[in-house]
């Protein structure tokens, strides 16, 4: 069996919604300095092209959550796998997720990251799908509501492959 990737959005869309984000943050962290936390492995492009968008003081930490094995469902068991080097206390955060399905992963990451004492926690997410939604979290800045669909590209994998697509697509089996 033979798969190729359809596209659903293009670099050139997904550029410019990320430049369209790193502005907003721009504006609306005017006078700040702001605490980057990327959820590898799949926030780790999109984090990279929104950093050089936001035009202030920022800083980069990274951890890992595992939620996923190689199949294309939520276990619904989430585990830290990477913590951050970094304390919260005190900092204004923007979690930088590449997709929000389920949102079990989020919900539990965010309640760990608020009692770390961060000033402000803000999420930010390349991609959202809204239909799939088991748990409410509270999304801030979003580039993308999508139908329900498996998608790859900008750090999204299907078994660990196809993260380095510079645009977003859909694996189709022929
Ligand atoms: P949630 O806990 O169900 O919201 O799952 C979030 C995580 O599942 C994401 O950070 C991704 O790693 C993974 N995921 C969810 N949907 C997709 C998809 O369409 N493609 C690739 N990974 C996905
Ligand atoms: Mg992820």
Redesign the pocket.
């Known amino acids: 069996m033979s798969e190729h990737v359809r596209v659903m959005l293009t670099e050139e869309e997904v550029d410019a919604k990320i430049q369209e984000i790193g502005e907003r943050i721009t504006r609306d962290y005017a006078g700040k300095q702001v605490h980057l936390v990327c959820?590898l492995k799949?926030?780790s492009f999109f984090m990279c092209e929104l950093a050089k968008r936001i035009q202030l003081p920022v800083s980069l930490d990274f951890m890992s959550v595992s939620?996923?094995g190689s199949d294309?469902k939520?276990s619904g068991v989430?585990k830290i796998v990477k913590d951050l080097d970094e304390p919260l206390a005190g900092k204004d955060v923007i979690v930088i997720?590449?997709?929000?399905?389920?949102?079990?992963?989020?919900s539990y990451l965010l309640q760990i990251l608020q009692s770390r004492g961060p000033k402000s926690l803000a999420l930010c997410t390349l991609?959202d799908?809204p239909d799939?939604r088991?748990i409410d979290v509270k999304v801030d800045y979003t580039g993308f509501e999508i139908p329900d669909?498996?998608?790859?590209g900008y750090g999204?994998?299907?078994d660990q492959r196809y993260r380095n697509l510079p645009y977003i697509g859909v694996v189709e089996f022929d």
Do not use: A, C, M, N
């Open positions: 959820v799949g926030g939620s996923y294309t939520s989430v997720e590449d997709i929000v399905d389920s949102g079990r992963t989020l991609l799908k799939r088991v669909e498996f998608v790859v999204l994998d299907y």
